[in-house]
């Protein structure tokens, strides 16, 4: 099943965020609570972590590109079901 990745909250007053990198390649798996990519708020750079295991199937929104508004989808993830 593919599930989607959103942009997070990373902050009360968080609105958008950029993706400086992504941390995980297409086809690549990627576990529960690892690094899946470092996103820069007006404040901060932070890595997001997976918020579940599956592969990495979509990249949506490429690093470095324009400010994503939070709850957005930045990617996907297959979980294999």
Do not use: C, F, N
Request: hydrophobic letters at 40%; a negative charge.
């Amino acid at each position: 099943m593919r599930i989607p990745v959103h942009m997070p909250k990373l902050g009360y007053d968080m609105t958008e965020g950029r993706i400086e990198s992504w941390l995980a390649e297409v086809g690549g798996e990627v576990g529960r609570g690892e690094p899946l990519a470092e996103i820069e708020t007006d404040k901060i750079v932070i890595e997001m972590e997976s918020l579940a295991t599956g592969t990495l199937v979509e990249i949506v929104q490429p690093a470095g590109e324009d400010m994503i508004p939070v709850g957005e989808v930045i990617a996907y993830l297959d979980d294999g079901s």
